[in-house]
């Protein structure tokens, strides 16, 4: 993906080759997300930037501008990313 | 100096002042992360220059990046200040931390865009191996060069009074 960081509303830090990130970008391509990745370094004292914006430095983590949620670990996001982006909110109705 | 020839490189069509600058998207390392951002992002907020110098870990880039460093010449004027090399995000960070700079550097292990400025340099004794010539595009928010200083011998430092000169008078 090569967009411009101004134009996707998530941001998702990651770690190469990672697989709990891997998890999660499955979940981003399945419902067909913009996202811009930001990776990060291994070494956890080397991820001050992902402490800032989720309060601790594991990856993956994402910020979605559309709702306001910033959230780390993986099966935490795939969960908010099925009850956001998935059936079931076709299923509620909403737009 | 030396007292010898040094080694001149061929004549090269290259990016020169008064044209625009291709656009390119590449990993773009800050000290903290990398993401993909293009050349024209940057250009949006200002006018640009962009560096081009040899893998970092060779002694061009520890000379160039300490001057621009100590010129520190975004503080007194309006411009962005990124480098690119050939060198991948990691050895990007390393650098922008050895050095203790502020500035990113685009990561283009592929070579592409010194190919699109026409200033490829293939190294001597590194099979399979080619990264840009030292080179110093001075762009403005439209991506027009102002300013052009492409490497003819190797190795080849830019002139930063030159430099300077030209951001002064953007």
């Known amino acids: 993906m090569s967009q411009r960081a101004d134009d996707s509303t998530i941001t998702f830090y990651r770690l190469q080759a990672c697989p709990f990130c891997e998890r999660v970008v499955r979940k981003l391509h399945e419902y067909d997300l913009d996202y811009q990745s930001r990776f990060v370094e291994p070494m956890h004292s080397d991820r001050n930037v992902v402490k800032r914006i989720s309060g601790k430095r594991s990856v993956p983590a994402i910020v979605d501008e559309n709702t306001g949620v910033t959230m780390s670990e993986s099966g935490n996001i795939v969960e908010y990313l099925d009850r956001t982006y998935g059936n079931e909110r076709a299923r509620g109705g909403a737009n | ?170």
């Open chain 2, 1 to 170: 100096m030396v007292e010898f020839d040094v080694v001149e490189l061929p004549e090269t069509d290259h990016l020169a002042a008064g044209d625009t600058a291709p656009d390119f998207t590449r990993p773009l390392v800050n000290d903290e992360y990398w993401e993909d951002a293009s050349l024209s992002d940057l250009t949006d907020e200002g006018p640009v220059l962009l560096v081009f110098f040899p893998m970092d870990g060779a002694f061009p880039a520890t000379y160039v990046w300490n001057e621009l460093r100590d010129r520190a010449w975004d503080d007194d004027y309006d411009v962005r200040i990124v480098g690119l090399s050939i060198s991948d995000p990691y050895a990007h960070k390393r650098l922008i931390e050895e050095r203790e700079m502020d500035y990113r550097l685009f990561s283009d292990p592929q070579n592409g865009v010194a190919e699109e400025y026409g200033i490829v340099h293939d190294l001597d004794g590194m099979a399979g191996v080619s990264e840009p010539r030292p080179a110093v595009f001075l762009l403005d928010d439209d991506r027009t060069v102002e300013y052009a200083w492409v490497a003819s011998e190797w190795p080849d430092f830019p002139d930063y009074d030159e430099i300077r000169a030209a951001i002064e008078s953007l």
